[in-house]
């Protein structure tokens, strides 16, 4: 049996993961990306049968989780994990196809490369903006983010074991954004500012300004600064 998956994120990855584990044949279609830190899992929410992949695809694993706002400071014991896009990717390791698809017509999938790939299931997993599936009219909210990854010269003093995964203590205008800060080593970590829930779009440029405000906390550390991603989900 040809499955054809579209979309190589998580889930299109795991579930083709799961169906070759039953020896089907299966292709993944999509873009190959380039992001380092895509995604973060909780460690209750891992399958017993791909915790072994979850494992050997994580930059950094966090014993606890802080969340922060104005006047408070939450922290609870809970697993959590950054994942490795291409590690991940690896070490799912299904054919992929490297071109987007402009058209389904079962059995057939049309890409923007020229082929026509045929399957006997065709799965969309490209999420709630697919061209192909239609959805129940619901009003969408928009997650924005801009990410960097500070490496400091004398180490950046945060907890290696603490993940924040929200700090809401700078007020930074009437969208509110919070930070993630999500420690890689000793040395480098990773800051995103986030807005995760808006009927309005924020900009790149708008997301790094926010950022660099919470940089300027940072006084008199040595540290150099890396693009790492920005993407908006809607």
Request: aromatic share 14%.
């Amino acid at each position: 049996m040809k499955v054809i998956i579209i979309g190589a994120g998580p889930a299109g990855l795991l579930l083709g993961k799961y169906l070759l584990n039953y020896n089907e044949d299966v292709v993944i279609i999509d873009r190959t990306k380039s992001l380092h830190c895509t995604y973060c899992v909780w460690e209750d929410e891992i399958d017993s049968w791909c915790k072994s992949i979850f494992e050997n695809s994580y930059s950094n694993s966090y014993d606890k989780i802080i969340i922060k706002d104005m006047k408070n400071i939450l922290e609870k014991q809970y697993g959590y994990h950054l994942l490795d896009n291409q590690s991940f990717r690896e070490k799912i390791n299904i054919p992929q196809i490297d071109a987007n698809v402009i058209k389904i017509s079962y059995p057939f999938v049309f890409l923007d490369n020229g082929e026509i790939i045929e399957g006997d299931y065709i799965i969309d997993a490209t999420g709630s903006e697919s061209k192909f599936q239609s959805y129940p009219e619901f009003n969408k909210m928009r997650q924005s983010f801009y990410g960097e990854k500070l490496v400091f010269e004398n180490g950046h003093g945060y907890d290696i074991n603490k993940a924040i995964l929200m700090d809401f203590s700078i007020d930074l205008g009437t969208i509110p954004t919070f930070l993630y800060c999500l420690p890689l080593n000793e040395n480098e970590i990773f800051f995103e500012e986030t807005v995760l829930s808006s009927k309005n779009i924020m900009s790149k440029n708008e997301l790094k300004v926010r950022l660099e405000k919470r940089l300027d906390l940072l006084n008199n550390q040595n540290f150099k600064r890396e693009f790492m991603e920005h993407c908006l989900y809607f």
